[in-house]
């Protein structure tokens, strides 16, 4: 007889214990054991046995699972499982999935294989069924026409169970929720439509969620400086790029903006210190009802000067885009309230434009694009999938659960926004159009805007660091399971992956630029850099700041209740606070960006993989050194946070989640 030894770890996750014993059949390349009944597994624990043979059944290829159903059924979550051969071989099974049934489930063996490298017929068998169950487990929906695909479910309970929230964070996101409305309903104030008596008023609506950088905003809100400084590092820093020429339709002139012949305006654009934000993608879209009240939403353009001592300043505002007698360009020379007025519809407008374009589509909707695709084309085995699969994190949940609780007809967004439901459709329509590879790749984004050269960018600075130390970490796996560029050609897993992206993602657009095959691994490296950073980096820069931004309304107005003025001169504070969202509009904005920029419990930093998927030496070697290199960028941005007043930390590796989770 030759003995096996095994042992099962079963995750520490609420209800991960079973009081089931399951039983385990180990499968070689020479034979196969009898099924042995392994010990009652609790939540967390690690236990051991042993499971002999006859002979030697030879290399295992995988092993088979199986929960009986006793007197009721309850989950069991095996996170792995590892065999010792009498040949002192060492067999990794990472399993991470929940089980809630008594059927035979099958687990390939740890070791990651490519297509082309996947020879044994146990194991090609093994993988072919594993993705036909796949494919029907991961289907494609249309949510709405001429925006990305999603993951076909009818139900929180229809996703599959392995990528379905912890029972702990869904009742920390449930109640976190419920907590907010019920404090809101205490105060009367959720389902109020009175207008602010004054601005100081909005401070109770939340006074006891409080932010260093909502405090500072709250502050500063009203400063030309704070304006021009949040395109930089605020939750938007994707729409400034550097102005070499004046759009047709933004007619401004030197005598307009450099007074008393201090500077020209061609002379400051040739020495690259004019900036234009322009907020065109608004342009004509429905404005929504809210309350039974019409409401406002502009499309503005904003120009920017940084100045000697490097200073951000907006210099002019134009709020339509076609130049007309109705439709003045504010400066700050105007008036208080007209200036003041001008900015809050600038920030209200970028109020849509960064929940729909930037944070919605470009992270949240691409994400499960990258998810479903994954989940559907590859094995488990795959180099990829155990590289992507931690970068997936919830996504699929969170997703459904914004489609269903936030920008529905019945959700929380029409109820806020400017936009609506009629309008986000419009503005993530003309989002998807629009967008192009280069946009997803921060190098090449932050070349094509012009703004490599602008001082005081943090997100800037650190996300092309955080994009090097990603692309290095891809770099050294994939060239790791590929040695040339035909082995990348001839990956069928691979190219379906890229295929359904492509189709289902950016809905077959050769305009965009995003490749509907990899040709060469250069090729794929850098796509699969676009991906673990857009997952991660880019969706923390866009997503955790949103109460530090938002939390004081004045700043971020979800809505505006009165159209911009036609004239100037004819606005007062008492027009201004017409203007702003009523309170109970107020109050559900800032209780939904609260639980969206609310860190979870079980948040999970970027670089650090509980789940061991890749069981190679160097491999793991290569997740040692990139969440070394992590650690020693947060150590940087730690060290040049200090000297700030305003701390940029929404790039920060020990910050930044793994994945889209919240």
Request: proline content about 5%.
């Amino acid at each position: 007889m030759v003995n096996y030894k095994v042992t099962v770890s079963t995750g520490n996750l609420a209800n991960a214990g079973t009081f089931n014993r399951a039983l385990i059949k180990l499968v070689g390349t020479d034979g196969e054991s009898r099924r042995k009944a392994s010990s009652y597994t609790r939540r967390g624990t690690v236990s051991s046995f042993t499971v002999s043979c006859p002979v030697s059944i030879g290399k295992l290829v995988l092993i088979e699972l199986e929960k009986p159903r006793l007197l009721f059924e309850n989950l069991w979550f095996p996170a792995k499982i590892e065999v010792k051969s009498p040949e002192e071989d060492t067999y990794n099974f990472p399993i991470y999935r929940w089980i809630n049934d008594s059927k035979v489930h099958r687990f390939r063996e740890g070791t990651a294989l490519t297509v082309f490298q996947d020879k044994h017929h146990l194991g090609i068998e093994s993988r072919e069924q594993d993705l036909i169950q796949q494919k029907k487990d991961y289907r494609w929906e249309v949510y709405a026409e001429g925006i990305p695909h999603c993951m076909k479910a009818e139900c929180f309970f229809s996703l599959p169970s392995k990528d379905r929230f912890s029972f702990t964070k869904n009742i920390e996101v449930i109640s976190t929720l419920a907590k907010e409305f019920v404090e809101l309903q205490l105060k009367r104030l959720s389902k109020s439509k009175k207008n602010w008596p004054d601005i100081d008023a909005i401070k109770g609506v939340f006074c006891c969620k409080r932010t260093g950088i909502s405090d500072y905003v709250q502050d500063h809100w009203k400063e030309d400086t704070f304006f021009g400084y949040q395109y930089l590092n605020g939750t938007n820093p994707m729409l400034i790029r550097r102005c070499s020429a004046l759009p047709d339709n933004f007619p401004v002139t030197d005598d307009m903006v450099f007074l008393r012949g201090q500077c020209s305006l061609r002379n400051e654009m040739k020495k690259g210190n004019i900036f234009l934000c322009d907020y065109k993608l608004l342009d004509g879209v429905k404005a929504n009802i809210i309350d039974g009240k019409q409401q406002y939403l502009m499309a503005p353009l904003v120009l920017l000067h940084k100045t000697p001592d490097d200073k951000l300043m907006p210099i002019a505002i134009q709020l339509k885009q076609t130049p007309a007698d109705d439709n003045p360009i504010f400066f700050p020379t105007d008036s208080e309230y007209d200036w003041l007025m001008a900015k809050i519809f600038v920030r209200s407008a970028d109020f849509s434009e960064h929940q729909l374009n930037v944070h919605l589509l470009r992270t949240h909707l691409l994400a499960e694009v990258f998810a479903v695709s994954l989940l559907h084309n590859m094995h488990m085995v795959h180099p990829l999938y155990k590289l992507l699969i931690p970068h997936t994190r919830d996504t699929l949940e969170i997703n459904f659960f914004a489609r269903y609780f936030l920008i529905s007809k019945t959700g929380i967004y029409p109820k806020i926004a400017a936009s609506g439901v009629e309008g986000m459709m419009t503005i993530l329509k003309r989002s998807l159009s629009s967008m192009t590879y280069s946009s997803l790749c921060i190098p090449d984004d932050i070349a094509e805007r012009g703004v490599e050269a602008l001082p005081n960018f943090y997100y800037r600075d650190d996300g092309l660091k955080l994009w090097d130390i990603i692309q290095r970490f891809v770099q050294g796996v994939l060239s790791y399971y590929y040695k040339n560029d035909t082995e990348v050609q001839i990956d069928s897993e691979l190219q379906k992956w890229i295929s359904d992206i492509f189709e289902h993602g950016f809905l077959s657009q050769a305009c965009t630029g995003i490749p509907k095959s990899f040709t060469t691994l250069s090729e794929l490296i850098k796509f699969v850099t676009m991906v673990i950073f857009t997952c991660s980096g880019q969706h923390s820069a866009v997503n955790t700041g949103q109460y530090d931004y938002g939390g004081w309304m004045p700043n971020t107005p979800s809505t505006m209740q009165l159209p911009p003025p036609t004239t100037k001169g004819t606005t007062s504070e008492a027009r201004m606070l017409q203007t702003l969202p009523n309170k109970g509009t107020t109050a559900k904005t800032m209780a939904t960006l609260w639980l969206l920029s609310k860190e979870p419990s079980d948040f999970v930093p970027l670089g650090k993989y509980p789940e061991d998927h890749f069981s190679e030496r160097i491999p793991c070697g290569l997740i040692k050194v990139f969440k070394g290199e992590l650690e020693v960028l947060s150590a940087h941005i730690n060290i040049r946070n200090q000297n700030l007043d305003v701390p940029y930390t929404y790039m920060d590796p020990m910050k930044v989640e793994n994945s889209v989770a919240l």
